[in-house]
């Protein structure tokens, strides 16, 4: 009797510990388009690619970007072709993310800027998932407003 209370509770514990990870463990770093989309797909999300933005946000970098979609989150990703490059680019955005080089976005909520090896990922949004899932898959944020609570 006892050894079915002791598996019954281990089988709990293992359910909501599954339950509240979310996913987070399976998270890579995210070096492409592909290698993004399943970092958020591995916390949860639905993702949906857009593909590329040729309207609202062309020419804000040397590359065009992709729009993707993670459960209605809007989330803009733009690969290079080498690290220095990103580097490049990534020093064209003023520390508070409105402005690249000479441009000025008027962000809905305020950006969150996040560079990993050849890709510069913008998240206009507030949902801390999609924050936390941006965090562990490109690193720390380098530009932008920093989320609510935070």
């Given at each position: 009797?006892?050894?079915r209370y002791?598996?019954?509770?281990?089988?709990?514990?293992?359910?909501?510990?599954?339950?509240?990870?979310?996913g987070?463990n399976?998270?890579?770093?995210?070096v492409?388009?592909d290698?993004?989309?399943?970092?958020?797909?591995?916390?949860?999300?639905k993702?949906?690619?857009?593909?590329?933005?040729?309207?609202?946000?062309?020419?804000?970098?040397?590359?065009?970007?992709?729009?993707l979609?993670?459960?209605?989150?809007?989330?803009?990703?733009?690969?290079?072709?080498?690290?220095?490059?990103?580097?490049e680019?990534?020093?064209l955005i003023?520390?508070v993310?409105?402005?690249?080089?000479?441009?000025?976005?008027?962000?809905?909520?305020?950006?969150?800027?996040?560079?990993?090896?050849?890709?510069?990922?913008v998240?206009?949004?507030?949902?801390?998932?999609?924050?936390?899932?941006l965090?562990?898959?490109?690193?720390?944020?380098?530009?932008?407003?920093?989320?609510?609570?935070?």
């Open positions: 009797m006892l050894r002791v598996l019954l509770a281990f089988a709990a514990f293992s359910i909501v510990a599954v339950a509240c990870s979310g987070g399976d998270i890579e770093p995210a492409s388009y290698s993004l989309s399943d970092a958020l797909e591995a916390a949860g999300m993702v949906e690619n857009h593909g590329e933005n040729k309207f609202l946000f062309s020419g804000l970098f040397s590359v065009p970007g992709i729009e979609s993670a459960s209605g989150e809007q989330i803009l990703a733009f690969q290079f072709t080498t690290p220095e490059e990103t580097d680019q990534a020093a003023s520390d993310g409105y402005g690249i080089g000479l441009k000025y976005i008027n962000w809905i909520v305020g950006p969150q800027y996040f560079k990993n090896g050849n890709m510069i990922v998240y206009d949004g507030s949902q801390s998932l999609v924050t936390s899932t965090i562990a898959a490109m690193g720390e944020q380098f530009a932008g407003e920093k989320p609510d609570g935070a």
